[in-house]
């Protein structure tokens, strides 16, 4: 029987199941025929269902085995499996560049043809295929016409066999979203608002999507406020850095929000300016105040010139007003004083020059919620020949008058019972500046020793009255 051929094999031999499988084919392949049929072998019903079953193995090894040998005669590889891949592609299309995505054929997948297409409305844009090796990363790059314009995009990924018309091995598809603009445009102007006669300097940069200079001209325009082409520039190139340009405004232009146009790339790009009538004033207003303020000063105290452009007096009248307001809150330019929460010292005999003096006392009676302020002076003078007016405004802090002292040295100091103690203090103004000598010869130090124990006890010394001077600015004491 062919079947006692099996029991030849060792079960040490490392043989994979389909090699297990051949041989038993062949071994029942190359068993002799029998002369005469004997009578069939009464076998139980369990051993008989063993038999069908080997018998159903053989078969399906005869089967691999031939289909394995087909595969050698043909040039295309055998995939037992489906293929995997990896893909990584941009969500954004952009109308004149190019399109890039990689794909990663994985082991142990065969190498496979890719074809890569970008579809828009159901219509092919761009497509490319390229054959890809297996665990080895590969671009694809699909060049987006110029003239695309919006609608609905969608990019398809086929991979098939090399040399197969079976089919594809793998599709899949995705959305992508379109946008018009192929480049960034920036444009700078040297300054926001201009007067009639300036000249009007501004530049232009494009950049791609790389962040490079761009390799296309580009076409520069000047729009007047009511829509109406003044200058233009054409086929201006990008690729060696800003492209600088001027415009000279005349005598008498169109006021309002003019506009600088830049197209490039399938794209534009619009910067405001704006152009303004100015006039010279007739004469200047100046005020001066010192920048700071002791708050135990008496008076702050100021003045208010006015001349004409020629370097003349102003004659008329001046109005100066001084308000206080917090310092957490410095808006610019400085609001118009209201009157009830003002000073005012007005003057009608105004020759050009005008001192002011106004009690500090005063002043700190408009200071809201305490604290450190800003005290606001506003002169306004009246031209009595021309019948205009004009205004200026200065400031000036308001800060603490008391007097800041300062251990010298590390903290805590060594003490010696039986040597005496020397120690060094600074007195220096609330803002860090140096105390004027006139108000340290006017002040004492009072020094209480304290002497703390390990123990916890506290003993206090008596206290000493020191006079402060200014030399070194420093106070010395022992």
């Known amino acids: 029987m062919p079947l006692t051929a099996l029991g030849s094999l060792s079960p040490i031999s490392p043989l994979s199941p389909l090699t297990l499988t051949l041989t038993l084919a062949l071994s029942l ?12 072998l009464a076998l139980p ?85 390229h054959e890809c090796e297996s665990d080895f990363p590969h671009a694809l790059e699909l060049m987006i016409p110029p003239g695309a314009s919006g609608g609905r995009y969608r990019l398809r990924l086929e991979g098939n066999e090399i040399g197969s018309l079976t089919g594809s091995s793998f599709v899949n598809e995705t959305t992508l979203s379109f946008s018009p603009r192929g480049a960034t445009v920036l444009v700078q102007t040297d300054k926001p608002i201009y007067k009639q006669g300036d000249v009007v300097r501004f530049r232009v ?79 200047e207003v100046q005020v001066s105040v010192p920048p700071f303020l002791a708050a135990d000063a008496p008076y702050l105290e100021g003045v208010v010139t006015a001349n004409y452009s020629s370097g003349a007096p102003v004659t008329g009248n001046v109005t100066v007003r001084a308000s206080v307001r917090a310092l957490t809150s410095l808006p610019r330019p400085a609001p118009a004083p209201a009157p009830e929460s003002s000073l005012a010292q007005p003057h009608a005999m105004f020759a050009g020059i005008f001192h002011f003096k106004f009690l500090v006392s005063e002043l700190e009676e408009l200071v809201v919620g305490g604290g450190d302020g800003e005290v606001v002076v506003t002169a306004t003078v009246g ?38 103690f020397r120690f060094y203090l600074t007195a220096t103004q609330y803002d860090g500046s140096r105390v004027p000598e006139w108000r340290l010869h006017r002040h004492r130090l009072l020094v209480s020793p304290e002497v703390r ?24 004491g022992s």
């Not at 008058?401 to 005496?420: C, D, K, N, W």
């Open 29 to 40: 392949a190359q068993s002799p025929p029998q002369d005469t049929p004997g009578p069939p």
């Open 45 to 129: 019903l369990s051993m008989a269902e063993e038999e069908e079953e080997e018998e159903e193995e053989v078969v399906e090894g005869l089967e691999a085995l031939s289909v394995l040998d087909s595969k050698k005669d043909s040039a295309a590889p055998f995939v037992l499996r489906d293929p995997t891949y990896l893909m990584v592609a941009p969500r954004l299309v952009r109308a004149g560049q190019v399109y890039r995505a990689v794909v990663n054929i994985l082991d142990p997948s065969p190498p496979l043809v890719v074809r890569a297409t970008i579809f828009r409305d159901n219509i092919e844009l761009a497509a490319v295929e």
């Open 205 to 283: 940069v494009a950049l791609d999507t790389a962040v490079k200079m761009v390799e296309d001209s580009v076409d520069v325009f000047i729009l007047s406020p009511s829509g109406v082409l003044v200058r233009r520039w054409l086929s201006r190139q990008c690729r060696e850095g800003p492209v600088s340009l001027s415009f000279p405004l005349s005598a008498e232009p169109e006021y309002g929000e003019w506009t600088v146009r830049v197209e490039a790339t399938n794209t534009f790009t619009q910067h405001l300016f704006s152009v303004e009538l100015y006039t010279l004033p007739r004469f």
């Open 383 to 420: 031209d009595a020949h021309w019948d205009t007016t004009n205004a200026a405004y200065a400031t000036t802090r308001i800060f603490s008058s008391a007097i800041r002292l300062t251990f010298l040295g590390e903290s805590p100091q060594v003490l010696r019972p039986p040597m005496p």
């Open 453 to 476: 124990l390990v123990t916890g006890e506290r003993h206090r010394l008596l206290p000493r009255t020191v006079k402060m001077t200014h030399a070194k600015y420093a106070l010395v």
